[in-house]
């Protein structure tokens, strides 16, 4: 007589594993944006995780976790905003007219993404057109009193 185990009949299900045909390769180390980086836009208007403007986003400041600017902005426009986040991640990647027509603000040329795990999915995606370098504070060393 067959015995049962011990927890009924139970079956184990193998987890999912993609087949791959005997040409293809996946490469881990590449991020392939199959999907545009708009896909999400929608997303961070239901949940108001944005501010626009330059004098909101210098309100909201220690809120942000990166500003994305329009690549249509005036130079000197562009020189205040990298002055004036000098700690943040700053992004130059679509027009004015662009950003209109994702977040529905007119003459919006500055958009501050608030901090949330959607931000940090959004700028993954647009961390290639990041324009400023991280800050690095320099380190004072005191010198040696001998």
Do not use: C
């Not at 626009?52 to 905003?81: C, P, Y």
């Amino acid at each position: 007589m067959e015995s049962k185990p011990a927890y009924g009949n139970v079956r184990w299900h193998q987890p999912f594993e993609p087949s791959l045909s005997s040409g293809d390769e996946v490469d881990m180390t590449k991020p392939e944006a199959t999907q545009p980086v708009e896909r999400l836009f929608p997303l961070v208007l239901k949940a108001r995780g944005f501010v626009f403007g330059r004098d909101a986003l210098r309100t909201n400041k220690g809120k942000l976790h990166f500003v994305l600017i329009a690549t249509d902005i005036a130079d000197s426009s562009r020189e205040e905003v990298l002055k004036d986040f000098i700690h943040y991640p700053v992004v130059q990647h679509f027009t004015a007219a662009e950003l209109q027509t994702f977040f529905h603000f007119k003459d919006a040329k500055a958009v501050g993404f608030l901090k949330s795990k959607l931000a940090q999915s959004i700028y993954a995606e647009l961390k290639a057109h990041r324009i400023n370098e991280p800050f690095v504070p320099k380190r004072v060393v005191p010198p040696d009193n001998q």
